[in-house]
């Protein structure tokens, strides 16, 4: 246990670093994020400190605990709720893939990923939960779509009732709308970097694809992601 612990912290996920028990509850204490969930730091006074470089190392070190969390030898363990609420900011570079529930790292077979299992609202529906009520790796790819759109606009998964994959996916088929998706502040930089930002656009599109078949596994992400680079 105190290996996969080791090798967990490595790769980006938050873990308990104490528990207490009392008679009529449990409580799991975890290092302290100080600046909080990537929603907060987008949404809030910090996300005007948020330049290209910290956004694309978020989006690198939340890949990279995915596909962690997809690659493990028992196997994969399905996020019910992946959003950027769930991911904690460490520093502007580092974040923490976090609200695992901890009884699959444990035993990771234990993961079924059924929905009726889900205690709260998941902050956006992923097409396909609607009829297999089952979540999937291709469904957690989905999810990080959103949250790498989220990086690449400001904007939050759901504003108004309308979907950021949805909104995004509709503006990118015509090329004018292009300047009308990426986060101004960030992409009048340098063409150098709005350049990259296109080229994750990319990334993000293909990640939130209607067709589950068709969206990249995390290591292939991974790999697009290091590509828009060059």
């Not at 570079?93 to 059924?114: A, C, F, R, W």
């Not at 998964?157 to 090329?175: D, H, I, N, P, R």
């Not at 078949?213 to 995390?218: C, I, L, N």
Request: proline content about 3%.
């Amino acid at each position: 246990m105190i290996c996969l612990k080791m090798s967990l912290r490595l790769s980006g996920v938050m873990v308990p670093l104490a528990y207490a028990l009392t008679t009529d509850s449990a409580y799991l204490l975890y290092e302290f994020a100080d600046k909080g969930n990537l929603f907060d730091v987008l949404q809030g006074s910090l996300g005007s400190c948020l330049d290209w470089t910290n956004r694309y190392s978020i989006a690198l070190g939340v890949a990279n605990g995915l596909a962690y969390l997809h690659g493990l030898p028992a196997g994969p363990i399905l996020l019910l709720d992946l959003s950027s609420k769930v991911v904690m900011i460490k520093s502007l570079n580092e974040p923490q893939i976090g609200d695992i529930e901890l009884y699959k790292v444990i035993d990771p077979s234990k993961s079924t990923g059924n929905l009726s299992d889900v205690g709260g609202l998941l902050c956006f529906w992923v097409s396909e939960y609607a009829y297999t009520m089952r979540v999937t790796m291709a469904g957690n790819v989905y999810s990080f779509g959103v949250i790498l759109l989220e990086l690449l606009t400001g904007k939050t998964a759901v504003s108004e009732g309308s979907e950021l994959a949805k909104w995004v996916s509709t503006k990118s088929k015509e090329k004018r709308n292009v300047d009308q998706i990426l986060d101004s502040t960030v992409r009048w930089t340098s063409p150098a970097v709005k350049d990259q930002m296109l080229a994750v656009l990319k990334v993000a599109l293909a990640c939130v694809n209607d067709s589950p078949e068709s969206r990249p596994d995390m290591r292939s992400v991974i790999r697009m992601l290091l590509n828009t680079r060059n």
